[in-house]
């Protein structure tokens, strides 16, 4: 599966953006979708995911009450609505896949990446 994430760009801080990951190639239902982002100088961290129906998420704590994660699978499509955006949410943001029935919390349990979209907070 091909994935293309957009979305991302300058906001203040308290503000909010959506991201967007629009994926290709092969049957979206069948991927348990993720989110993870890496800032300058550090490891790529786990943010959300979402079970292949919808009907289940994760969330990291630092996160949590902030960002939602969804997916449209009609559209193809997965989602992660930033709010409250804080400057330490400044990072470059990817989508993820993985063909499995759980949700995974490691870089190492997905098999997929986006090419990644650029969130910067300004405080």
């Known amino acids: 599966v091909q994935l293309q994430a957009s979305g991302g760009g300058l906001v203040q801080a308290g503000g909010f953006l959506r991201l967007s990951c629009a994926a290709s190639?092969?049957?979206?239902?069948?991927?348990?979708m993720g989110w993870f982002r890496q800032a300058p100088g550090k490891e790529r961290e786990f943010v959300a995911a979402?079970?292949?129906?919808?009907?289940?998420?994760a969330v990291a704590n630092s996160v949590k009450g902030r960002f939602f994660i969804s997916r449209v699978n009609a559209k193809n499509t997965v989602y992660l609505q930033m709010n409250s955006l804080k400057s330490e949410d400044t990072a470059v943001y990817y989508c993820?896949?993985?063909?499995?029935?759980?949700?995974?919390?490691?870089?190492?349990?997905?098999?997929?990446w986006g090419q990644g979209t650029l969130v910067t907070v300004s405080s």
């Open positions: 979402i079970a292949r129906s919808g009907d289940n998420t």
């Open positions: 993820s896949g993985r063909m499995s029935g759980w949700i995974g919390l490691s870089r190492d349990d997905y098999d997929y």
């Open positions: 190639g092969r049957t979206f239902s069948n991927y348990v």
